[in-house]
């Protein structure tokens, strides 16, 4: 009966175009910022200018954060007068929020009518920070304006394998019918339910597939280990992870449809999405991105710092935001698809797998320590050490306590990791990142030595 019903209930979360469901603020937006990529080199220039002193001004008055250090400088409203300016002001880094979260907060946050967010973990336990619901319409208008460039559209059926459901089974699949979108479980990603995947994800004949490169290749890797076969899908869309490859000749041998990359964040500060001719476009609209030495100076061709502004966020403004990325300024190429500049990132967002007997697996480190209660960390990394053992590290906060605490998480990751290694956990003072990385969540060099295999063949 219920698969007899399912024609009727799309019918009835689909009646309304999605542009109407989204709203006034979207349809507004979206016009707004699809005429907007259109504008020349000046002009774009010229905008992001007007924009960067709106949200400087606003801050100086408004956020008790800049107000404090800005004031500190000597720096008032309407001081902001030429870019050189701009490079005047301090960065601030993911500790700064951390340490001052409540000074972020507009004094107007309420009617600013926040969303509340938790960034990825890549560099350590999740950041809590905010959006505006304004920030937000107009970051799903540039998602959609990106996705039409590609040449995908409402309603066009489309996978994700980007979000933990917040159903206790880990396997679940959710269709949001509104969107025509079927949602998967990132964590269902196993040799055991592979098959499972693979039949759901081919009947429903996405359009898109949107994921994180990590999630695929394994996904695809244990496909092709149960011999099923390929099948095409138009558009696919990674996200949130550096594109390693030996992941994108994979995944694109196995779908044969393009592989685009969008490169972005949580906290709403970096944004851009490559297009047909392979090049990567900063959302200058949106966003404005810097790159520069360890002296603060501005490196065009060269690996640097991204240091990110986001233009619409004034709940929770983030202003010279250090990424923790490393990218190249490749400026405004010849014959550029939209007046936008282009960037290469070259580290910072890496997320690796572990090889185990039965294929490579990227596990969840953060979310093991959640689900048995357990946030007296700051950072977990795993590292496979042998085929079969793997060390847990673990940086702990200030109220770790022993030897209470290493119980539980060495109880945690043996019952996640324990039917293929050995685990052991250290406590260390501090997970230093990588080079050109953020903190690596999972190192593996046997894992990479089999990707490296499996794209040879």
């Not at 899908?233 to 041998?253: F, H, S, T, W």
Request: hydrophobic share 40%; aromatic share 12%; charged share 25%.
């Amino acid at each position: 009966m219920s698969r007899l019903l399912d024609p009727l209930r799309q019918a009835f979360h689909s009646a309304i175009p999605l542009p109407l469901k989204y709203g006034v603020e979207y349809r507004r937006c979206y016009k707004r910022h699809r005429n907007l990529q259109q504008w020349s080199r000046d002009e774009i220039a010229r905008y992001q200018f007007r924009r960067l002193q709106a949200i400087v001004d606003y801050a100086v008055i408004h956020v008790p954060f800049y107000r404090r250090v800005y004031g500190a400088l000597g720096f008032r409203p309407g001081d902001l007068n030429t870019p050189a300016d701009f490079l005047q002001l301090p960065c601030i880094h993911k500790a700064d929020v951390f340490q001052f979260g409540e000074e972020f907060k507009s004094d107007e946050f309420e009617r600013l009518r926040p969303i509340k967010t938790v960034t990825s973990a890549t560099t350590r336990d999740g950041m809590v920070m905010y959006r505006s619901a304004r920030a937000e319409t107009i970051r799903c208008a540039i998602v959609w304006r990106h996705w039409f460039n590609l040449g995908y559209r409402y309603r066009e059926p489309r996978v994700q394998l980007t979000t933990a459901l917040a159903s206790a089974d880990k396997s679940a699949i959710h269709d949001d019918l509104s969107e025509n979108c079927r949602q998967i479980d990132p964590r269902a990603i196993t040799f055991e339910l592979a098959p499972r995947l693979y039949s759901s994800i081919r009947e429903f004949r996405p359009r898109l597939i949107y994921a994180q490169p990590s999630n695929l290749a394994a996904l695809v890797l244990s496909w092709r280990q149960r011999q099923l076969a390929p099948f095409r899908v138009p558009i696919v869309y990674l996200v949130g992870e550096k594109i390693y490859p030996e992941y994108r000749d994979i995944i694109a041998d196995f779908f044969g449809g393009p592989i685009r990359e969008y490169y972005g964040n949580r906290e709403n500060t970096a944004s851009a999405g490559e297009l047909a001719d392979g090049r990567l476009y900063v959302h200058a609209d949106f966003v404005h991105l810097e790159f520069l030495d360890v002296a603060g100076q501005p490196v065009v061709g060269a690996p640097a710092n991204i240091v990110s502004t986001g233009f619409e966020n004034y709940a929770f403004p983030l202003i010279r935001y250090h990424t923790e990325d490393v990218g190249i300024d490749r400026d405004h190429p010849a014959q550029a698809l939209v007046g936008f500049p282009t960037l290469e990132i070259v580290g910072g967002r890496n997320k690796d797998l572990l090889l185990t007997p039965e294929g490579l697996f990227c596990p969840y480190m953060a979310s093991q320590l959640r689900d048995v209660g357990f946030s007296r960390f700051k950072r977990v990394q795993l590292e496979q050490t042998a085929a079969d053992r793997v060390l847990v590290r673990v940086e702990p906060t200030a109220d770790f306590e022993f030897p209470r605490d290493l119980e539980i998480i060495e109880n945690a990751y043996r019952k996640y990791l324990g039917r293929w290694f050995t685990v052991e956990v250290a406590i260390v003072d501090t997970i230093p990142p990588s080079d050109y990385c953020k903190n690596r969540m999972v190192i593996s060099e046997l894992a990479l030595q089999e990707l490296r295999q499996q794209r040879a063949f």
